[in-house]
């Protein structure tokens, strides 16, 4: 009797090991997957955008945001490829809503918010974008002259004159050989 006892409890112990082994091997094996396919469409959506093929890009971000995976990446994302399509003011509310959603700020979702929003006619929020994008410490050279030059444009189809001259004289102080600015400068010097 004390026989059946030892081997009942050790084919019941046999038993739980068992399946605390097979439950460890579906636990890592679920793992596995989820590495995967973790974050795959936004992947995949970084990927056609490397490739400039926005439409596919755009797609694949939106089901990373409905799969409620990096939402705030995706949505940058996503406005960089509607910006690079022309589609203004969907990249603007899609950039915008990265930066609610989370996504760090940084200079060039700054200054593409700023460009779409110039597209659109809202030169003040074009300005207020511009100003932040200036803030940002991570702007490589070529994207701050970039966003200076936009800050003229702004202010001056927004008829802020003075601010346009001022910022346009600064500009011209800063690169000396921008021909286009050189005609702003004049154009501005005359109001």
């Not at 926005?54 to 939106?62: G, P, R, V």
């Not at 399509?85 to 760090?104: F, H, N, P, T």
Request: net charge neutral; with cysteine.
């Amino acid at each position: 009797m004390a026989k059946r006892r030892r081997r009942k409890k050790r084919d019941t112990t046999g038993i739980i090991l068992k399946l605390i082994i097979v439950l460890l091997i579906l636990a890592i094996a679920g793992l596995l997957v989820w590495v995967v396919f973790h974050d795959r469409d936004l992947r995949s959506g970084v990927s056609a955008l490397k490739r400039q093929k926005y439409e596919e890009a755009i797609t694949c971000f939106d089901a990373s945001i409905e799969s409620g995976e990096n939402v705030a990446e995706s949505y940058r994302g996503k406005g960089i490829a509607l910006f690079e399509l022309g589609k203004y003011k969907e990249a603007s509310e899609a950039l915008i809503k990265s930066v609610d959603k989370g996504a760090a700020p940084n200079a060039q979702t700054s200054n593409m918010i700023a460009q779409s929003l110039i597209e659109q006619g809202d030169y003040a929020g074009s300005i207020e974008w511009l100003k932040d994008g200036l803030s940002h410490d991570d702007a490589s050279s070529k994207l701050t002259r970039q966003m200076r030059y936009h800050l003229v444009v702004a202010y001056e189809k927004g008829a802020q004159w003075d601010l346009a001259l001022e910022n346009a004289q600064s500009y011209m102080a800063d690169y000396p050989d921008d021909q286009d600015m050189k005609r702003e400068l004049k154009f501005l010097e005359t109001r």
